[in-house]
């Protein structure tokens, strides 16, 4: 139905933005080569903070052993495209350290 919205949160989505995270969501868990059932976060966040940029897309994703990884791309979800996303072989340097401070996720 267009024009229609879906809450998620306390924000208010349109199908276009669920549809960004979803395409986003989809191009990370094949250039991981990540299992179906992986999970897969995305999200965009807002920040106010003097030299952070004003909305940039955060994707976490987990692997075998509850291992978490984590990156943040510094534009809108709607306006990421796949060579955005880091290349394959970093997957291993994306492992979110314990005690490492990151509250995007």
């Known amino acids: 139905m267009p ?8 924000v208010k989505k349109t199908q276009a933005h669920v549809a960004a995270l979803e395409r986003v969501r989809e191009w ?3 250039r991981f080569d990540l299992a179906e059932e992986a999970s897969i976060l995305v999200t965009q966040v807002s920040c106010r903070l003097p030299g952070c940029p ?4 955060a994707v976490v994703f987990w692997t ?3 291992k978490r990884h984590q990156f943040k791309l510094f534009k809108p979800v709607d306006q990421v495209i796949p ?11 994306l492992v979110a ?3 490492f401070g990151c509250d995007c996720c």
């Not at 004003?54 to 897309?57: K, S």
């Not at 060579?83 to 340097?93: F, G, I, R, V």
């Open 64 to 66: 075998e052993g509850d």
């Open 54 to 57: 004003p909305v940039e897309t």
């Open 28 to 30: 990370t868990r094949l």
């Open 83 to 93: 060579d955005d996303l880091p290349p394959a072989w970093l997957k291993e340097a």
């Open 3 to 10: 024009g229609r919205t879906e809450m998620t949160g306390f």
């Open 97 to 99: 350290i314990a005690g």
